[in-house]
């Protein structure tokens, strides 16, 4: 593992600057309490531990946790930039291990109300954010909303946290059914989080990906599961994320070695011909 991560970093080190080079990954769920925002915040940090420049965005703009979880208060969010307020830099807040965090806040609906001048101002000052970042991580709201699914589609790859129980795996097929219907071409990952042992988090991995496979013609690309451990509600008791305060834990190397698969089967990821912010327009408008 040692020697792919290195392998890794120098990849990504080669990348650096690269024009349009920027990964914008979803992370969202079917339903809340799967810890979607404790897999978003580790994740970023399990990425910038391989040598990435990782932004997080929290995007759930209902229930905003990124900062309690990392123990932070940011004093301006991405509404200010939207309004024209704070410039892109202003409103990005150092976490830990080089991690990048952004809020959202709810000055993002106000895109759909800009006049063509501002909005051309806002999204000049957004796009700026690909020069500070090679992977950006929304972290979204949990369900089916028009929010959430804005952020989403917005993005074009997907993680799907869910877990081993019964409602969180018919949630986690209601959101990847209404996103394959919505844009084929969005490549979905899926994460099993809190599973007792392998072959649970297996089981449902492969159950999801039959009958997404049979009913929707969408295939699932698992980026691996992560065992319940005692220490992640502890960590977030502490306001620390557990690959911090307990980097060798089964939930720290699991988090790990989902980064690196992530990281993995991305290095050929095509760029897109529009940023994250210009599609996010579109779906706002």
């Known amino acids: 593992m040692a020697d792919q991560a290195e392998r890794l970093r120098e990849i990504v080190r080669s ?32 990425l910038a531990k391989l040598g990435t420049r990782p932004l997080l965005v929290d995007a759930d703009l209902g229930l905003a946790n990124v900062d309690v979880i990392l123990g932070i208060l940011p004093p301006y969010n991405l509404g200010h930039v939207i309004l024209g307020e704070k410039k892109i830099t202003d409103v990005m807040v150092n976490g830990p291990s080089g ?77 990847i059914k209404v996103v394959a219907s919505t844009d084929p071409t969005t490549l979905i990952w899926l994460v099993v989080n809190m599973v007792k042992n392998e072959s649970e988090g297996t089981q449902v991995v492969d159950r999801l990906a039959t009958v997404s496979k049979r009913f929707l013609g969408v295939d699932l690309f698992p ?30 190397q699991s988090m790990s070695q989902i980064a690196l698969n992530l990281l993995n ?7 897109h011909t529009t940023s994250f912010f210009d599609r996010l327009v579109e779906k706002f408008r």
């Open 223 to 252: 980026l691996g599961y992560i065992p319940y451990d005692p220490i992640i509600p502890r960590a977030v008791k502490e306001q620390q994320p557990f690959l911090i305060s307990h980097p060798r834990s089964m939930a720290g």
């Open 15 to 46: 990348n650096k600057n690269t024009p349009n080079q920027t990964r914008v990954i979803a992370v969202t769920s079917g339903k809340g309490g799967v810890g979607k925002t404790n897999f978003s915040v580790n994740l970023g940090i399990a």
């Open 99 to 175: 991690l990048r965090v952004i809020a959202s806040g709810s000055g993002v609906y106000k895109l759909a109300n800009l006049s063509e001048k501002s909005l051309e101002q806002c999204l000049q000052e957004l796009n700026e954010i690909e020069k500070y970042t090679d992977i950006m991580i929304i972290d979204t709201g949990a369900g089916l909303s028009k929010n959430v699914l804005q952020f989403v589609l917005a993005a074009r790859e997907v993680i799907i946290v869910t877990t081993p129980e019964p409602t969180a795996i018919t949630d986690a097929y209601g959101i």
């Open 265 to 271: 089967n991305g290095m050929e990821f095509a760029p």
